[in-house]
């Protein structure tokens, strides 16, 4: 009788008086391939690192009937934290768009160094050197890590894994922070692996599950409540969108602000930036006026994040071009704090290069001073207003826990709530529900709308999803290739 490839059996993992995963039963089969679905911090990532080894648990994990055997398991995290030339992770993320900074990064031919594997072939049937066209990523071969997109990032992150031939290869999110085509791309490829007998487990909505997939099981507050085939789980349509909710009904309680004194947010004049022979950004002229709503998409690597980092005073190029905020031209004066005390900002790069020792209030609080991390004593009216917003997004139960100790959907809905808390004129909103669950999405889309008609907010708005632009979004941007394109719809 063959043994399954994994049985679990009471898999409990505590962390002081929190139960992450509560005597959790499940058994894999060989032939199956399994997504593990659920809310915001139902315990998914836990149960891949308690898979893995890379935690604490009671109970049991057997693979191949074998009490003591372990086989070799990658786990693809959510975020990744680089290493550069001097083996340290001390990048911050404003240096992707300082190209002297990226002299300390590695490439991304250094960082897979294909030519120090003996065989050419992996044990799972893919050729080595097959593997950047395999994962999309040969045409950035020479780029330094700290200039890739969010999306070439990540298929970065799973070549590497794939290098390794993993026996079994687990994707936290893989398609997370990716365009359409290259979530298209991943899904082929997790199909491709599943062919050539690689094991896989998926963290992923429900709506991201690959072709391959056999069985989904959904975890719901650490425990295991549904564990069916794929066929069953569709025709259920259960995905469930409990976890932590946000009280919509205390946004209109909060202070409006100040009437807003200004008639363009931005206004670009053949705005270009270049790299090198590299072409990031050419002739971009754009107006974004008070009260605008903008959606901002593009493919991995277009130049969305560059265009955003003119903005936000995170890019020495901006002074380089034509570039108004707030009707002041950049270079007359202003220091990068008086730009960015009027902008409330969360990206992909933001989460990952973030201070993970922050608690979530001072990580809440750090927003009123656009810090990284807290560095100043509040004062009652400031402590007040950290905790309104708190509250608004259901965050007071965690407030005194470090960053680094929240679920990836506390984290971001903490860095959301930093974005929001000073209510300023303008918020750039990139990628900003990554880590959310579905029922998250849809009540994060409902704040935003309602913010920016009570508070007259201007908007910029990245996503590479349709559903979670928000309807008060009115005005539409695509960049591909350096190049922007105004149209009526995303």
């Given at each position: ?378 004062n009652s009216a400031q402590q007040q207003q950290i905790r309104q917003w708190l509250a608004l997004f259901n965050l007071q139960a965690v407030q005194s826990r470090r960053l680094s100790l929240l679920s990836t959907g506390e984290q971001r809905l903490a860095l959301l709530a930093r974005a929001l808390v000073k209510n300023p004129p303008l918020l750039i909103l990139d990628e900003p529900c990554q880590g959310l669950d579905p029922g998250q999405v849809r009540q994060f889309k409902q704040i935003i709308n309602e913010i920016c008609i009570l508070f007259d907010a201007t908007l910029l708005y990245v996503s590479h999803y349709k559903e979670e632009i928000p309807e008060c979004v009115t005005h539409f941007m695509k960049i591909e290739n350096g190049q922007a394109a105004f149209t009526q719809a995303i």
């Amino acid at each position: 009788m063959a043994f399954p490839f994994i049985h679990i059996e009471q898999l409990t993992v505590q962390r002081n008086e929190q139960k992450l995963l509560d005597h959790i039963d499940l058994t894999i089969l060989h032939d199956e391939q399994w997504v593990i679905t659920g809310p915001s911090g139902s315990g998914k990532t836990t149960l891949a690192h308690a898979l893995s080894g890379m935690l604490y648990f009671s109970g049991k994990i057997v693979f191949n009937g074998i009490p003591d055997y372990h086989p070799h398991i990658v786990v693809v995290e959510q975020q990744h934290r680089f290493k550069n030339l001097s083996n340290t992770t001390d990048f911050y993320y404003q240096q992707r768009y300082n190209a002297s900074d990226a002299e300390n990064a590695l490439t991304v031919t250094e960082a897979l160094d294909l030519n120090t594997y003996t065989s050419s072939v992996l044990r799972c049937g893919i050729s080595i050197n097959a593997l950047p066209a395999l994962l999309h990523i040969e045409h950035v071969m020479q780029e330094p890590l700290i200039q890739l997109s969010n999306g070439e990032n990540k298929r970065l992150q799973i070549a590497r894994a794939i290098l390794s031939d993993p026996e079994l290869l687990i994707l936290d999110n893989p398609f997370m922070g990716l365009d359409t085509e290259g979530r298209a791309t991943l899904a082929q490829v997790i199909n491709t692996l599943n062919n050539a007998g690689v094991k896989i487990i998926l963290i992923t909505p429900p709506n991201e599950i690959p072709q391959c997939i056999t069985h989904v099981a959904t975890l719901e507050n650490g425990k295991l409540i549904s564990a069916v085939s794929k066929k069953e789980f569709h025709l259920q349509a259960t995905a469930n969108t409990k976890g932590f909710r946000m009280n919509l009904s205390l946004l209109p309680l909060f202070e409006k602000p100040a009437e807003r004194k200004f008639e363009n947010a931005i206004k670009m004049i053949n705005v270009q930036v270049q790299y090198g022979e590299r072409l990031i950004l050419k002739d971009i002229n754009w107006e974004v006026k008070r009260g605008e709503r903008w959606s901002i998409s593009g493919p991995n690597g277009a130049g969305k994040s560059t265009l955003l980092s003119l903005i936000t005073g995170d890019n020495t190029k901006a002074y380089a071009n034509e570039i108004y905020l707030f009707d002041k031209r950049r270079g007359s004066g202003e220091s990068i704090w008086d730009i960015k005390k009027k902008i409330g900002y969360v990206s992909p790069e933001m989460h990952v290069f973030f201070d993970y020792s922050a608690t979530c209030f001072e990580t809440v609080a750090s927003g009123l001073f656009d810090s990284i991390g807290l560095f100043r004593t509040l004062n009652s009216a400031q402590q007040q207003q950290i905790r309104q917003w708190l509250a608004l997004f259901n965050l007071q139960a965690v407030q005194s826990r470090r960053l680094s100790l929240l679920s990836t959907g506390e984290q971001r809905l903490a860095l959301l709530a930093r974005a929001l808390v000073k209510n300023p004129p303008l918020l750039i909103l990139d990628e900003p529900c990554q880590g959310l669950d579905p029922g998250q999405v849809r009540q994060f889309k409902q704040i935003i709308n309602e913010i920016c008609i009570l508070f007259d907010a201007t908007l910029l708005y990245v996503s590479h999803y349709k559903e979670e632009i928000p309807e008060c979004v009115t005005h539409f941007m695509k960049i591909e290739n350096g190049q922007a394109a105004f149209t009526q719809a995303i």
